[in-house]
């Protein structure tokens, strides 16, 4: 599975296209970055640019995006309805396949630390990315917005950027970047020009004014059809579907005497977001997804990729090549486990039976994905740092310098050899934790899959073990040696718990 990222970064223009191409070029001069989606809003002042990429890629179309707005764009000069702080007002980054939320995380500090440093631009970290808690919520970041900010940043403490000066950029302003979930953006238009209706029912819907959990509001007047607008992110679609705030609306609309006439969704939107308003207004009995053809479709190719994929992988490491070898193999148990305890926890969800832990299961399954896709980068992630040791063993040693290079580079790729089955070891862990849950709460009819689940983690922490253990003895540095065998002797006894307990219980219920 490729690395894939996506970053939705919005830019405070709405009304010059040829600006917005400078930007976009800028991000596509990077190799490796397909662009998804460009929308702009002359009402709000405000363009939002899609595009996915490799995580390296992805970070540096970014700063080159970054970059190039502070250039061509003045925030001290900028009108709209949107509320905004930069030029580059907000750059999240989403992870899509085989990348971890931390991965991207770690994108969006280096990014930070890039922009504050090269640019000169303030940089406030936002979402998952937060350095503190009152910076979760972008709202709270901007609060004041541009004007604001600049007033406040050079002697307010509490303003004090996460990288970069304090103080404003003169054309650039600030940027908040940050990381985040597929998210749905997503308005409702009213049939009043009074803004006032449009800003109460964004007040009612809204989580911080105890509304919708996962729905952020505003209202807003959009001059240019003579129409309110009540403009919505859903940052969790499944929990906070489309559906039922455009049903709020609607009904929040009536009592001040106003309709809901039509709704946008800006930019991209999950297929799942949309199956869902097709479930609830057709009122569908017993409705898949595999009844939708493109879905249908869809899944027929994967399943022959991915069967191809699986026999080359096997073929792979039964050639005489060295890698991927037994650490592969050891994150490929772990997928396993975290694949089965996935399906245990789909086989439990909508059973009437299991009905007061449909949220706890939810979650588990949710958390198993996550898991799944990240021991399956590990896979891949293995073998790489095993050519790694290779390739540094390879490198010249000719004179003094070369030896002295080689030896470092060694240690290096060495070290990174015995983290890589260490980070294995640590997410099988976590892998446990969640097959426990799917095998106390799950469906009984399933209990199986989650001691297969256990003994397929329990295989594949071992595994990494011994790899762990393999390479150390080519680590030079005592301390690190001392703090990793540490670390992998005490998830190995956390590990042989956890997998004896889940077994347990699954043996009691067959």
């Known amino acids: 599975m490729a690395k894939l990222v996506e970053v939705i970064p919005n830019f405070s223009e709405g009304r010059r296209p040829e600006v917005l191409d400078q930007i976009i070029n800028a991000i596509l001069s990077v190799q490796g970055v397909v662009l998804l989606d460009r929308e702009m809003d002359a009402d709000h002042n405000r363009a939002v640019v899609t595009y996915v990429g490799e995580p390296q890629a992805t970070l540096e179309a970014a700063f080159r995006a970054i970059k190039t707005a502070s250039e061509a764009l003045d925030i001290s000069t900028h009108k709209g309805e949107h509320p905004r702080m930069g030029a580059t007002d907000v750059c999240p980054f989403v992870p899509i396949s085989g990348v971890t939320t931390e991965e991207c995380i770690e994108l969006a500090r280096q990014l930070g630390e890039r922009v504050g440093r090269e640019l000169e631009i303030p940089v406030y970290l936002y979402e998952l990315a937060a350095t503190r808690p ?41 940027t908040a970047i940050g990381v985040r979930l597929p998210l749905v953006a997503y308005n409702v238009y009213l049939d009043t020009p009074n803004v006032n209706v449009a800003k109460r029912i964004a007040n009612g819907i809204r989580s911080r004014s105890g509304g919708y959990m996962f729905c952020k509001a505003l209202g807003f007047e959009i001059k240019e059809r003579n129409q309110a607008q009540v403009s919505m992110n859903l940052v969790n679609h499944p929990k906070t579907p489309i559906f039922r705030v455009f049903e709020t609306v609607k009904s929040e609309a009536e009592r001040w005497g106003a309709r809901a006439t039509s709704s946008e969704i800006v930019g991209l939107v999950p297929n799942a977001a949309l199956i869902d308003v097709a479930e609830f207004y057709l009122r569908l009995e017993n409705f898949s997804k595999d009844q939708i053809l493109e879905e249908k479709l869809r899944k027929s190719l994967e399943t022959q990729s991915t069967s191809r994929g699986l026999l080359d992988f096997v073929e792979s490491v039964a050639s005489s090549s060295p890698a991927p070898g037994g650490g592969s193999v050891s994150a490929c148990a772990g997928t396993l486990a975290a694949a089965l305890t996935g399906m245990v926890c789909r086989l439990t969800l909508g059973k009437k039976k299991y009905a007061d832990v449909q949220d706890e299961i939810s979650d588990t399954m949710k958390i198993a994905d996550s898991l799944k896709r990240q021991l399956f980068g590990l896979i891949d992630e293995d073998a790489k740092a095993f050519d790694a040791v290779m390739a540094a063993r390879k490198l010249p040693k000719d004179n003094e310098k070369q030896v002295a290079s080689r030896a470092e580079a060694i240690q290096r790729a060495t070290i990174v050899a015995a983290e890589v089955p260490l980070k294995v070891m640590k997410t099988c862990a976590e892998v446990l934790k969640v097959a426990k849950v799917a095998a106390e709460k799950g469906n009984v009819n399933s209990v199986s899959d989650a001691g297969c689940a256990a003994l397929n983690c329990r295989s594949g922490a071992l595994g990494a073990y011994l790899n762990v253990r393999i390479n150390l003895p080519g680590i030079e540095d005592e301390a690190v040696r001392s703090r990793i065998v540490a670390e992998a002797d005490q998830i190995k006894s956390q590990i042989e718990e956890l997998a004896q307990s889940v077994y347990e219980i699954v043996l009691s219920k067959v």
């Open 134 to 174: 009152e910076r979760t919520n972008l709202a709270d970041v901007r609060a004041g917005e541009y004007e604001g900010i600049r007033d406040d940043i050079e002697t307010n403490p509490a303003r004090k950027p996460d990288f970069g000066p304090s103080k404003m950029h003169v054309r650039g302003g600030a």
